[in-house]
């Protein structure tokens, strides 16, 4: 017996490391480079899918076609976080069937060894490639990339988010942060994150909810990521305006937004000025729909309305017109002149855009007392234009309450820069949490709920996986 021990320990310190010998990542590189060489079954024919793909050829070109969620052949602490991940994606509203986690739940059953879970060297390559592609997908996801608002509504423009996404993973996994990685690309807004809420009491007590949590949450990440310190936010649906300071409304307002014929664009810009005691310029719609039909019918109308005809040299007497020849009327401007009856009221704030849509005063108030507030041509009518004067021109101090009062009196046109643009952002929430966290749905005056409702679950019925 004493010359047997000897023995064993000898066969143990050979056979120990043999079997669990490591497996150097560097095998691997030429099988990862040819399984990059052509997309697979799982990645969709659609322009974003392919935009992905060809950003996670990137990536490994950049790390030299080393794997980077497998460590030879056993799983990384960043490959558990990873799958991890990918079952949170539920907490946004995200359908986790879009990511490979089925895959690999499969073949990490097949790996398990005494050892613990040991991958076929064979089955690393596409392994690898699947999760940094469901990486890319759950990053995708969170920024909007996915899908588009113009898929909704023509009149829907948000900028996609810039993000380089390879960097970000090369840093996650350098740095072993997957899950903060991903999480601080979701929206950090409050409605966001009580959206989040709201879905988890939905699913624990449903109450046939939960299609527009699901809409709205994705609104949410449609929407510019930093929205500024101070914005105005005016939700079209819920006919109201915020000023916001932070996550804490500074000011609040009702709103009359456009008809459901001529409906408010969404879209977000930088206010840069106000005009007090404005011209109302009659865009050629209206005037082409409303104004010259009635004009043609009473020659009155104009001056009723005060209202004036500019030519190219000046104003033009709207008497020496032949209002029924069409001709006649090409190259005049209409315009109403400032006072308390123009329909832009006596103040208007400007953040300019292609749309030429602004926030402004109305001499109709009455219509604020309505519970339904889509009646306008498209811009944005405020209940209280002094209060929103005196928030964007508080930082000049000649600009006093006294002073606004009589410049939106003055019947003379005045326009007064500010000095830090504030961002507007226009944007469409039909699920709002309330201050005491009770969710709160509003109407959908452009019916967009059920044609987001619709693709979202076309899309969730077209996993690649």
């Known amino acids: 017996m004493k010359v047997l021990v000897p023995l064993v320990v000898f066969a143990l310190a050979v056979s120990g490391p043999a079997c669990n010998r490591k497996i150097d990542n560097a095998v691997h590189v030429d099988a990862i480079r040819a399984q990059l060489e052509t997309a697979p079954p799982w990645v969709g024919d659609s322009a ?24 030879g052949n056993q799983t990384t602490p960043q490959m558990k ?4 991940q990918f079952k949170y994606s539920e907490l946004h509203g995200l359908d986790p069937s879009h990511y490979p986690i089925d895959d690999l739940e499969q073949l990490r059953a097949q790996s398990q060894t005494r050892m613990g879970t040991r991958f076929e060297p064979a089955a690393v390559p596409e392994l690898d490639a699947k999760l940094t592609y469901g990486y890319l997908r759950y990053a995708a996801d969170l920024i909007g990339w996915s899908s588009s608002p113009r898929n909704i509504s023509r009149n829907w423009l948000i900028e996609p988010k810039e993000e380089d996404l390879a960097t970000r993973l090369s840093d996650a996994i350098s740095q072993n942060q997957i899950r903060r990685s991903l ?10 994150k009580g959206l989040q809420t709201a879905l988890a009491r939905e699913k624990a007590n449903p109450s046939g909810n939960l299609d527009r949590i699901l809409i709205n949450l994705e609104r949410w990440r449609w929407a510019p990521r930093d929205l500024g310190d101070r914005y105005i936010l005016v939700n079209v649906p819920a ?5 916001m300071e932070g996550s804490q409304p500074a000011l609040s307002m009702r709103v009359v937004v456009g008809k459901p014929a001529t409906q408010t664009p969404l879209f977000s810009d930088q206010m840069t000025y106000v005009v007090f005691s404005p011209f109302w310029n009659i865009p050629e719609n209206i005037l082409r729909d409303e104004t010259l039909p009635r004009v043609t019918k009473d020659p009155d109308f104009l001056r009723r309305n005060n209202m004036e005809v500019v030519g190219t040299s000046g104003t033009v007497d709207p008497l020496e017109i032949d209002w029924t020849d069409e001709s006649a009327t090409k190259g005049l401007r209409f315009r109403q002149r400032p006072g308390p009856d123009n329909a832009l009221g006596l103040v208007k704030f400007i953040f300019p855009n292609h749309f030429d849509i602004y926030l402004h005063d109305t001499p109709s108030d009455r219509l604020f007392f309505r519970d339904r507030r889509a009646l306008s041509h498209g811009c944005v009518r405020v209940e209280d234009p ?4 005196e928030y964007v021109l508080r930082d000049q ?3 006093t309450t006294a002073k606004i009062a009589s410049a939106m009196r003055s019947g003379q046109e005045q326009g007064v820069t500010l000095k830090q643009k504030l961002p507007v952002h226009i944007g469409y929430w039909t699920a709002w949490v309330e201050p005491d966290g009770n969710l709160k749905f509003t109407d959908d005056p452009y019916k967009l709920d059920p044609i987001q409702i619709q693709r979202f679950h076309q899309t969730r019925e077209t996993s690649t996986w």
């Open 48 to 71: 974003f899918e392919k935009r992905l793909w060809a950003i996670e050829r990137g990536f490994y070109e950049e790390r030299g076609y080393r794997p980077a969620w497998v460590d």
């Open 81 to 84: 976080d990873l799958v991890q």
């Open 183 to 192: 999480e601080t690309l979701a929206p950090d807004h409050p409605q966001y």
């Open 239 to 243: 006919y109201m305006l915020q000023v």
């Open 386 to 389: 002094v209060a929103l004067a």
């Open 397 to 399: 101090p000649k600009w």
